[in-house]
Each structure stands twice: as structure tokens, then as C-alpha cells.
């Protein structure tokens, strides 16, 4: 007899049809033996519409209200899907985060786990019960409510899986698994039999949202097996695994990723001294913006120019930090533009073999498309490029880096 933490997404549970049907694929397993926590999501849209509810009331709603109110949705669908098993002969119970103690720090809306205690569960499932968990939720060491971020259910599942010592966390989704990049916009897009934990890690912070980022992290730190699999449809799913093979036929790249929530600023003629960097970056991670991509250019007169990428929702605080340093360091100008994308392209394959970039880069000028910027690490190539281009980059790359799956494989 396994223990299975199963996570069932928004759009799997987004109606009440949609409940029963994930009642009784539950059932089958329980039937079959196992002992199942399942994690579920708020219904799809819920989240985002209790969000505009509060922007409503206010631009920026006090964080600690924020998740008082989003962590409702989940507490619906606990309670729902509980009834829904029960009607069909399954004991099973509902728990908040609060309830089972899923411990967090204070960070209200991006909060961490801490600790879980897994004692409440435990006594459950020896009682014969299916526990469904709310996902995205949990509580600090004071008794306030907190949320882990959005897309927070998957992490929520991850560590569940983790403090119980599961046999396997199952990610139900409504794709039947990781893509070799995201199969809405690439109708070539390939489902992954396996993908390394270091890979998904990238392909997530590069912007793949089928796992969230620290779900992922926490997987690979507590070597919880984990599998994304699709809600209503039979399949392998993908494996995220630790294992990285040493085949022959391992590909160069496994996926690419990329995201349209960046923003790009610009600071020109700065004057070319020691302690640029820090001048210009110091005050804006002093106001707790996050800096991605930077690229500092070789000096010319005595002056340089200086450009990073922070997220979106950053970008106007961003721009007037920067105006400010500009005036006080006597730079040019500064310029700022939004209608920027970054496309990554991710795999342990590219240890091994020479001349990735290049062939990324080829790719592109083959489509006319200009690089503005470029970042590099092991197992990995980003790119950022105009936002219009998007979608043609990440089709010419798919091609040009052989991941297109054969006609008769695509998915719909
Ligand atoms: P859930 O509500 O179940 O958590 P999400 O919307 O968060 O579902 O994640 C699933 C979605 O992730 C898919 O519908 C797909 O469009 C998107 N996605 C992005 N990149 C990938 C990828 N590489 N492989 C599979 N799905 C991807
Ligand atoms: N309901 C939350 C969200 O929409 C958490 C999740 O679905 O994982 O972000
Ligand atoms: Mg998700």
C-alpha cells in the first residue's frame, strides 16, 4: 500500500462536474488500495477574481488582508470535494492550512514554509479517511493567515508529500505533463517521459508556469518523486527525476521557456567610475525590486551605459529610482521599455556540447530577429528580444534545436 499526495489544479476542479469527476478518480485509487492526501486548488479564476475585488478597495490592499480573503477560495473546494467523496461511500475529511499547521513565516502573499505538522493527517489516514488539504495557504507563528505565491497548490502538495514521506506527489493538471515548452503556443510541443529537477527548476524561473518555482526547489531538496499528470486523461505523465543519464541520444536542449512579465531600463552616459554598479543598483534593491538580466557596456568616452530587467509590476517604482540617480550621477538619459520578452533555452545537455548559443543565436537571425540582451549559465541560454516576436522565436527554436514532436504525436 502506497501514500500518494495527489494536487489537482484550478481548471481540474473549476466546476462542480469537474469535482465529481476528481471524487472519483480518487475513489479508484482508494479502491485500489492506497492512502491519499489530496491538495487541491481554488476553482479556476477565483483567485484572480477575489484579487480584483481588493483592487477594488484599494491599489495596493494591506498584504495580511489580501490573504485573509484569497485563501477563501480554496476553502471551498476542500469542503466540496470532501462532500463530493463522501457522497460516494469515501470517508474523507477537509483541513485548512491553518488546520493541519502548514507553519509559515510572515511574508503575506509570497510566504515560505517552515514546518508542517503532519501528526493531525497521520491519525486520519490511520482512521481510514482521505484528507483534502487547501493549497496555497498556510499560517504564521502568530495566527495570521498566509499565502505561498501564486501558483502556491503545487508547493503546498510538494511539501505535504515531503513531511509525510509519500510514495509519489501527483501534479493533476490540464496538460498531460511537461512540455518541451508550453504546448498552447507551440502546437509542435513535445510531452518529457522525464526532465531533470534541475532542469524544471530553470524551465520554472524562466517562466514555465506548470510548476511553481518552489515546489520544485522543495522537491529536489527533499527527494520527493514527483509526477505532472493530466486531471481526466490515462498516462506516464513526466517524472521530474535526479537522476541525469548519460545516454547517447540525451538531448542538447530539453525545453524552452520564457516569460512576458519583465520590463527593460536603461541608464545612459554614466560616467565610467568604480562603484557604477552599486550606485545604480544599490537603491533599487534598497526598495526591494528584484533585478534580473544586467548588462553593463564596454565604456566609450570616459562614459558607459547601463541596462537591466526587473518584473512589470516593478517597473514604474523602477523608472523613478532610476530618474533620480540619472539627475544626482549627471548620466544622459534614462529610457525604459516594456514591450520586451525573454525566451530561454534549457538543458544539462549543453555541459557536454559546445556551441549552443550560437546555434540559438543563428536560429534567431535567421527569423530577423534582434537580441537585445543575453544572459548565460551551465544549462542554460536567455535571450531578451522585442514581445512581438515571441511566439516566432520560440517556434524557430523548437525547430532549429530538433524538439519538434513528430505530426502524428501533437497534442490538440
Ligand atoms: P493548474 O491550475 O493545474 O495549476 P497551471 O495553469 O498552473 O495549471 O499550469 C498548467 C499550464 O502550464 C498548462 O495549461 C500550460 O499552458 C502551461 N505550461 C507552460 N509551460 C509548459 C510546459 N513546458 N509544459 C506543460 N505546460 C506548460
Ligand atoms: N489558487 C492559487 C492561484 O491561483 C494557488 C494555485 O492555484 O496553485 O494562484
Ligand atoms: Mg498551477
Known amino acids: 500500500m502506497a501514500l500518494i499526495v495527489q494536487k489537482f489544479g484550478g481548471t481540474s476542479?473549476?466546476?462542480?462536474?469537474?469535482?465529481?469527476?476528481?471524487?472519483?478518480?480518487?475513489?479508484?485509487?482508494?479502491?485500489?488500495g492506497d492512502d491519499i492526501v489530496v491538495v487541491v486548488s481554488a476553482m479556476s479564476g477565483e483567485t484572480n477574481r477575489l484579487i480584483d475585488l481588493a483592487k477594488q478597495i484599494s491599489d495596493q490592499p494591506v498584504a495580511r488582508e489580501l490573504d485573509v480573503m484569497v485563501s477563501t477560495g480554496e476553502q471551498v473546494t476542500i469542503a466540496l470535494l470532501a462532500m463530493a467523496l463522501i457522497k460516494r461511500g469515501v470517508p474523507?475529511?477537509?483541513?485548512?492550512?491553518?488546520?493541519?499547521?502548514?507553519?509559515?513565516?510572515?511574508?503575506?502573499?509570497?510566504?515560505?514554509?517552515?514546518?508542517?505538522?503532519?501528526?493531525?493527517?497521520?491519525?486520519?489516514?490511520?482512521?481510514?479517511?482521505?484528507?483534502?488539504?487547501?493549497?496555497?495557504?498556510?499560517?504564521?507563528?502568530?495566527?495570521?493567515?498566509?499565502?505561498?505565491?501564486?501558483?502556491g497548490s503545487d508547493t503546498t502538495g510538494v511539501a505535504l508529500a515531503a513531511a509525510l514521506k509519500a510514495d509519489e506527489c501527483q501534479i493533476y493538471t490540464d496538460v498531460d505533463g511537461v512540455y518541451t515548452t508550453d504546448p498552447r503556443?507551440?502546437?509542435k510541443a513535445r510531452r518529457l517521459d522525464k526532465i531533470t529537477?534541475?532542469?524544471?527548476?530553470?524551465?520554472?524561473?524562466?517562466?514555465?508556469?506548470?510548476?511553481?518555482?518552489?515546489?520544485?526547489?522543495?522537491?529536489g531538496k527533499y527527494s520527493v518523486p514527483?509526477?505532472?499528470?493530466?486531471?481526466?486523461?490515462?498516462?506516464?505523465?513526466?517524472?521530474?527525476?535526479?537522476?541525469?543519464?548519460?545516454?547517447?541520444?540525451?538531448?542538447?536542449?530539453?525545453?524552452?521557456?520564457?516569460?512576458?512579465?519583465?520590463?527593460?531600463?536603461?541608464?545612459?552616459?554614466?560616467?565610467?567610475t568604480p562603484g557604477v554598479a552599486f550606485k545604480i543598483l544599490g537603491p533599487i534593491s534598497a526598495a526591494n525590486v528584484e533585478v534580473d538580466m544586467i548588462v553593463q557596456n564596454v565604456a566609450h568616452d570616459n562614459t558607459t551605459d547601463f541596462t537591466f530587467t526587473v518584473h512589470r509590476n516593478d517597473y514604474n517604482s523602477a523608472l523613478q529610482i532610476l530618474q533620480t540617480i540619472?539627475?544626482?550621477?549627471?548620466?544622459?538619459?534614462?529610457?525604459?521599455?516594456?514591450?520586451?520578452?525573454?525566451?530561454?533555452?534549457?538543458?544539462?545537455?549543453?555541459?557536454?556540447?559546445?556551441?549552443?548559443?550560437?546555434?540559438?543565436f543563428e536560429a534567431l537571425a535567421k527569423e530577423n530577429i534582434n537580441i537585445q540582451m543575453i544572459s548565460t549559465s551551465e544549462i542554460k541560454v536567455s535571450v531578451v528580444i522585442e514581445e512581438k516576436y515571441l511566439e516566432l522565436?520560440?517556434?524557430?527554436?523548437?525547430t532549429a534545436f530538433d524538439l519538434d514532436a513528430p505530426a502524428a504525436k501533437r497534442a490538440e
Open 13 to 32: 476542479v473549476g466546476s462542480v462536474e469537474r469535482i465529481e469527476q476528481v471524487a472519483e478518480k480518487i475513489k479508484k485509487f482508494r479502491d485500489g
Open 185 to 187: 503556443v507551440v502546437a
Open 226 to 272: 514527483l509526477r505532472v499528470l493530466h486531471s481526466f486523461q490515462e498516462g506516464p505523465g513526466t517524472l521530474i527525476t535526479l537522476d541525469e543519464e548519460e545516454s547517447m541520444e540525451q538531448p542538447i536542449i530539453s525545453g524552452i521557456a520564457f516569460n512576458r512579465d519583465e520590463a527593460k531600463l536603461t541608464i545612459r552616459g554614466v560616467p565610467d
Open 92 to 151: 474523507a475529511v477537509s483541513f485548512t492550512g491553518n488546520q493541519v499547521r502548514i507553519l509559515t513565516d510572515s511574508a503575506h502573499t509570497k510566504a515560505r514554509i517552515l514546518q508542517i505538522d503532519s501528526q493531525r493527517i497521520q491519525r486520519e489516514l490511520k482512521a481510514g479517511r482521505v484528507v483534502v488539504v487547501a493549497g496555497f495557504q498556510g499560517v504564521d507563528g502568530k495566527g495570521n493567515i498566509t499565502t505561498l505565491g501564486r501558483g
Open 197 to 219: 529537477f534541475e532542469e524544471m527548476l530553470e524551465m520554472a524561473s524562466l517562466g514555465s508556469k506548470v510548476l511553481q518555482i518552489r515546489a520544485v526547489e522543495f522537491a
Open 393 to 398: 522565436a520560440v517556434r524557430a527554436l523548437h
Open 326 to 360: 540619472a539627475n544626482e550621477m549627471g548620466a544622459r538619459e534614462v529610457i525604459g521599455d516594456t514591450d520586451i520578452a525573454k525566451v530561454s533555452i534549457v538543458g544539462v545537455g549543453m555541459r557536454s556540447h559546445a556551441g549552443v548559443a550560437s546555434r540559438m
